[in-house]
């Protein structure tokens, strides 16, 4: 799997199985080449859904096929209309945007040590904690428990946009999973406070070490907080005058790639996107 099929994926983590009656099919047009079946979905507020995917390839040394399996865990980003999701977009950058607010007063609080400000975030939600006023009930939480369970064995990656792709990064570095983020806002600073919540150790090692961020220009989501890992910036393919707004669209990302990148399983020849504040097609 390659970083357009991670992004097909997000996609296809905003609707349900429920809403769109042949998914298998979709999956087939947007996976062409590859097996793709829905193991589960989401029970809660957040959409989700695990996929097992099955890709071969011709392995001309072995003069044979050789085929690849992994489970991937999509999940949906922000739905502007749901005041659930916006709160839950505020909650979870809530200290790594007031300490960019505080740094203009302070400007010294720029060149603290990412071990400072972890320290000091997680002391205040360990004072939280011990006052008996956390909230626990994150988006995540279902999905966290879920990826737990997953045999240690089988290959996962945690994968979403925007919101999504944040939750996938949390989910990743809590659990040890590997995460591909299309999109996200960063998670540098603030996921001390999601280690304290879940009593998960270290300075963000499994988010430097296994995460993937595609982060586009122009785009401000991708400014609440800095990234680890490894980050993939590209440009925004927007017209002259054209709105911000549509450097965050998933479908405007996957045709830069296609259009850029190419793809290299030579199923899709084209693609076309245009972005409108009040339509949109793609």
């Given at each position: ?18 809403e ?6 979709l ?6 080449g ?10 809660g ?24 399996q ?17 709160l ?30 972890a320290?000091l ?27 737990r ?28 999973r ?81 259009r ?9 020849t ?13």
């Amino acid at each position: 799997l390659d970083l357009k099929d991670f992004a097909m994926l997000s996609m296809v983590s905003y609707m349900t199985p429920a809403e769109v009656r042949d998914m298998p099919g979709l999956l087939q047009e947007l996976l062409p080449g590859k097996k793709a079946v829905i193991r589960h979905s989401s029970s809660g507020h957040r959409k989700w859904v695990e996929l097992d995917i099955e890709s071969c390839t011709w392995d001309r040394r072995r003069k044979a096929t050789a085929c690849h399996q992994s489970t991937v865990i999509a999940v949906s980003g922000t739905d502007p209309s749901d005041v659930q999701d916006i709160l839950e977009n505020i909650r979870m950058w809530t200290e790594p945007v007031m300490m960019e607010i505080f740094s203009v007063v302070f400007p010294i609080v720029r060149v603290w040590p990412r071990d400072t400000m972890a320290l000091l975030i997680g002391g205040i939600h360990r004072v939280i904690k011990w006052m008996d006023l956390q909230e626990d009930e994150w988006h995540y939480r279902e999905i966290l428990d879920h990826v737990r369970q997953i045999p240690a064995d089988r290959e996962v990656v945690v994968t979403g946009h925007s919101l999504g792709g944040g939750i996938a990064l949390v989910v990743g570095a809590l659990s040890g999973r590997q995460a591909v983020a299309i999109q996200p806002p960063g998670l540098y600073h603030a996921l001390p406070k999601h280690q304290e919540h879940s009593s998960s150790g270290g300075l963000g090692r499994d988010l430097h070490q296994s995460s993937v961020s595609l982060v586009v220009e122009s785009d401000f989501i991708s400014n609440f907080d800095g990234h680890g890992g490894l980050k993939q910036t590209i440009t925004c393919d927007r017209p002259a005058g054209g709105s911000a707004l549509g450097c965050h669209s998933l479908e405007g990302t996957i045709c830069h790639m296609l259009r850029h990148c190419g793809d290299q399983d030579a199923h899709f020849t084209s693609c076309r996107h245009e972005f409108d504040i009040g339509v949109g097609s793609a």
